[in-house]
């Protein structure tokens, strides 16, 4: 459970935040991956543990009794949000199956994109 893992101290913000299921759906998980490649995912429900392998940022989700959920991030990236706005773009194009997905790879880096090149995308590290 995330309970059990410690988030580095500096930097905490915390945000509150309406009912979001994160991975609802195996697609949803795999589209937060893209935005935060290095992060891992760590806990079990409600209670989750993001945390960054190459920037050591953190973000601990919790659920309220009002049905809303309460977000801690600490360090340089703000994971959460970055999860966050990667999902909202893969809902608003309609929750899209990953056979919609394509990547292109080239000397300038790696881009993961929706439907087409031009479509909306993530660029990954190289």
Known sequence: MAGQY???GGGETT???ASWPLCR??????VA???APSAERLGAGAEQVLWDVSTGSQARTAPN???EWTVVQR???RLWDRDEQAVQRWQAA???HQEEFGITVSAAGQRVWLRSE?????DLPI
């Open 6 to 8: 410690r988030l580095a």
């Open 15 to 17: 945000d509150f935040r």
């Open 25 to 30: 759906r195996w697609t949803g998980g795999w």
């Open 33 to 35: 991956q893209l935005a």
């Open 65 to 67: 009794p009002d049905g």
């Open 75 to 77: 360090g340089p990236a």
């Open 94 to 96: 309609g929750e899209p």
């Open 118 to 122: 031009d479509g909306p995308g993530w």
